[in-house]
C-alpha cells in the first residue's frame, strides 16, 4: 500500500491559488467566447447555448469551492456528535451510491465523545470525501465509514475511516492529490481535498490518505474531542 502522510507545507496556498485560479478561469471564458462568436450565424444554436451554459456552471461551481475555501476564517466551533454527522452525510448520498450499485456501511460507534468543530465544514469534508469515493466505483462497490473514539495513541481525538473499493489512485499521482485544480475527472474542479485539507488543519486535526491502484483507497481523519488541549508538564 502506498502511503503518504499530508505536509502541511504542500500547500503554500496564496501564490499557488492566485496562479491556478486564473488558469481554471480563463479557460471556460475563451471556450464561451469562442461559441459565443459562433452562435451568432449557425444552426446549430442549441448546441453552443448548451456548451456556454455548461462553461459557466463550471466557473460557478470552480467559483463556490473557492468561496469554502476562504471560509474556515469564520468557522464557528461547537460540540457536535460526529456520528449524527456521518449519519446525515450518508443518508444525504445515499441515492446517488444507490444509482451507481454502491452500497454504504456504517460502522456506528456509541462511544463517539462529542468533538468541538464546526458542523457545516466538517459535514462539507464528509461529503467532498464519500463523493470522491463514490465517483471513484462506477461499476459499483462498497464504501465503508468506520467511527473510533478517541484511543492510544491519540488520547484525544476521534478517529474517522472512508474505505472505498474503488479505482484507487496510482502513486505518481497520489503525491498530487490536493494540489489546487488537480483532477483526474471530466468535469472535476480539483478543490474538494484541498478544501478538506485546510478545514481539518483549521480544526487541528490530521488526515492521511492511502491508496492502491485498482483496489481502492483509505482516508483517515483525525479530529481533537476539544480544539486547545492545554499542555501537560509531565505526569
Ligand atoms: P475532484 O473530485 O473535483 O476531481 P478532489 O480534490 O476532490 O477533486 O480530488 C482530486 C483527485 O483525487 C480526483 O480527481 C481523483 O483523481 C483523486 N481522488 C480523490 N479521492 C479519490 C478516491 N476515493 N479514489 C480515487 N481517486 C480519488
Ligand atoms: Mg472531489
Known sequence: TEQLMMESEKLSLAGQLAAAIAHEIRNPITSIKG????????????????????????????????????KPQTA???????????????SLLIGEANMNGIEILLHEDAGMPEVHCDENQIKQVFINFMKNAIEAMPEGGTLTVEMFPPGPPYDQAVKIVLTDTGTGIPPELL?????????TKQSGTGLGFMTSKNIIENHKGMLNISS?????????IRLPVKL???????G
Open 76 to 90: 464557528k466551533f461547537e460540540p457536535r456528535n460526529i456520528r449524527n454527522i456521518l449519519e446525515q452525510v450518508a
Open 212 to 220: 492502491k491502484q485498482n483496489e481502492g483507497t483509505r482516508i483517515e
Open 228 to 234: 486547545h488541549v492545554p499542555k501537560t508538564g509531565g
Open 35 to 70: 461559441f459565443l462568436k459562433l452562435l451568432q450565424n449557425s444552426e446549430r444554436k442549441q448546441q453552443y447555448f448548451d456548451i456556454v451554459n455548461t462553461e459557466i456552471d463550471r466557473i460557478e461551481l470552480i467559483l463556490s469551492e473557492m468561496l469554502a475555501l476562504a
Open 175 to 183: 503525491a498530487r492529490i490536493g494540489e489546487p485544480f488537480f483532477t
